[in-house]
């Protein structure tokens, strides 16, 4: 017998719209789950997006009051995929009302927005889940199998590198992604953070780091209307950009292994250039998100001039065999995130924790902490425990 869960979605914009087709895709991929998602409410301040919204994918109610969906007893579980200033109040008024959490990174503003999340989710008993997909990624677990299991030998260093275009054109609008007071953190919050995150699951904690941050387009224009996703904004009045542009960050992890992480959101040239390489003392793995469903690999005992293999993933490594039958059938960016509904809806069926979750969000946080008193005192800095 398959159970039904009320869920709920607040904020529309385009992550909305992925976590709530991720939701519709899970009867499609697990339907031995023992759980059905049922669209139950959507929530949006803009004015029609919300209505909009059930319209299309069938959510029973639409509001423009996310608190209206926290008092509806048919709601179970809720998204939060609203902006990063009001994850602390809504995360937390979430847990408080019993409802299980799925909640977009970086999960408020700083360290201290994420533990609130955190502490009001333990405090509830409720289950949660945090969006680092990119971990969800079966080359990523295949890759995390091979170094865990000593394939590589002993980890000596990686670098994590998360390049993109999004704000590079100089009329990309001033949203609230580029103001401290909404937006917290720049590129450090918005793919730093999931470098972090990759790091810590690929080779374990983070002890201490260097970092040096940069704003290159000082200046953009204000949007004079509602905004979802990067958009552009031309003859508005110009604001100045508050958070970051680009980070380069030296790692120290508690293994003895060192690492680079750099990220970027104004590289021109670069669409979505996310991804790896680990090397070890007998061999080496490589990922790039743009070739999802590869993974490079070197292994042997040749050590000097020893060669690279591209593999490609098939039914055996993490999640694939619930979309593809065979090895080089390939999956996508929304695949990723529907194996995350998929753990964290399989965290409320079996009560316990699956996927990323809100310590790993603190853990996370904690690192973006680091890298911004590191860039202010110029100095290596300590990363604080999650």
């Not at 909305?16 to 087709?21: I, S």
């Not at 080496?284 to 998100?289: G, N, T």
């Not at 990323?356 to 603190?362: C, K």
């Amino acid at each position: 017998m398959v159970d039904s869960l009320g869920v709920a979605v607040v904020g529309f914009g385009w992550m909305g719209r992925v976590h709530t087709q991720a939701y519709a895709r899970i009867p499609h991929h697990y339907p031995r789950l023992g759980l059905r998602p049922e669209l139950v409410a959507v929530a949006d301040e803009v004015r029609g997006r919300a209505e909009e919204a059930a319209a299309q994918f069938g959510f029973a109610s639409a509001t423009r009051d996310w608190r209206e969906v926290l008092a509806d007893p048919r709601v179970d579980a809720v998204s939060v995929t609203a902006p990063n200033f009001l994850h602390r109040e809504i995360g937390v008024a979430v847990a408080e009302a019993g409802k299980h959490l799925w909640i977009e990174k970086p999960v408020g503003l700083d360290l201290a927005d994420a533990r609130a999340v955190a502490d009001a989710v333990a405090a509830a008993g409720v289950r949660s889940a945090v969006g680092f997909n990119y971990r969800n990624a079966p080359a990523v677990e295949r890759a995390r199998e091979l170094i865990a299991g000593g394939a590589i030998g002993t980890v000596t260093h990686v670098a994590v590198r998360l390049f993109s275009d999004y704000a590079a054109h100089p009329e990309s609008a001033l949203t609230w992604r580029f103001e401290r007071e909404r937006g917290g953190t720049g590129v450090l919050g918005d793919l730093a953070s999931h470098g972090a995150d990759l790091a810590r699951h690929l080779l374990g904690d983070i002890t201490s780091l260097v970092a040096d941050t940069a704003v290159f387009v000082p200046e953009r224009a204000r949007p004079t209307g509602a905004t979802a996703g990067h958009t552009r904004a031309a003859g508005g009045a110009l604001g100045p950009v508050e958070n970051e542009d680009h980070v380069g960050c030296l790692l120290r992890f508690a293994s003895g292994a060192r690492g680079v992480l750099e990220a970027s959101r104004v590289a021109v040239g670069e669409q979505n250039n996310y991804g790896f390489a680990v090397h070890g003392t007998e061999g080496a793995v490589f990922w790039d998100f743009r070739r999802m469903n590869e993974l490079a690999v070197s292994l042997g005992s040749g050590y000097q001039d020893q060669p690279v293999s591209t593999v490609y993933v098939g039914p055996g490594d993490g999640e694939f065999g619930a979309f593809q039958p065979g090895a080089a059938n390939a999956m996508g960016y929304d695949d990723l995130k529907v194996v995350e509904a998929q753990r964290f809806l399989r965290s409320i069926a079996e009560d316990a924790p699956f996927g990323a979750g809100l310590p790993d969000a603190v853990r996370a946080a904690a690192v973006v902490d680091a890298m911004v008193r590191s860039a202010r005192d110029r100095a290596w800095v300590t990363v604080q425990e999650g």
